[in-house]
Nanobody, 127 residues
Framework: QVQLVESGGGLVQAGGSLRLSCAAS????????RGWFRQAPGKEREFVAS????????YYTGSVKGRFTVSRDNAKNSIYLQMNSLKPEDTAVYYC????????????????????WGRGIQVTVSS
């Protein structure tokens, strides 16, 4: 069984930065695509960023391009989301996910492309 645990969230002022981490246990995820999603209050969960198993391909939703960077360290079985120039509209619970089912070098951007999810971590950006 795979467990994903997010860390690094918290409260930050607009314009500030946070770095989220997602550590995996129970299975080595070095050869699997990974993703980040978020859910703001009163809204559906949405795609934020994804990265393929080698780190050679990344995708971002338009609102975070140029501000967020997804990366991974396969030796640590972890992925990261560096968030810069944070805005109040980035306030949400952030979830990491792992795709253990699809054999592709293209990381997914839909929730149904991921099999395992973390519990989420709160990120709050004050204005």
């Amino acid at each position: 069984q795979v467990q994903l645990v997010e860390s690094g969230g918290g409260l930050v002022q607009a314009g500030g930065s946070l770095r989220l981490s997602c550590a995996a246990s129970g299975r080595i995820l070095a050869t699997y695509n990974r993703g980040w999603f978020r859910q703001a209050p009163g809204k559906e969960r949405e795609f934020v960023a994804s990265i393929n198993w080698s780190g050679s391909t990344t995708y971002y939703t338009g609102s975070v391009k140029g501000r967020f960077t997804v990366s991974r360290d396969n030796a640590k079985n972890s992925i990261y989301l560096q968030m810069n120039s944070l805005k109040p509209e980035d306030t949400a619970v952030y979830y990491c996910a792992a795709d253990l089912d699809r054999r592709t070098t293209v990381p997914g951007r839909r929730q149904d492309e991921y099999d395992y999810w973390g519990r989420g971590i709160q990120v709050t950006v004050s204005s």
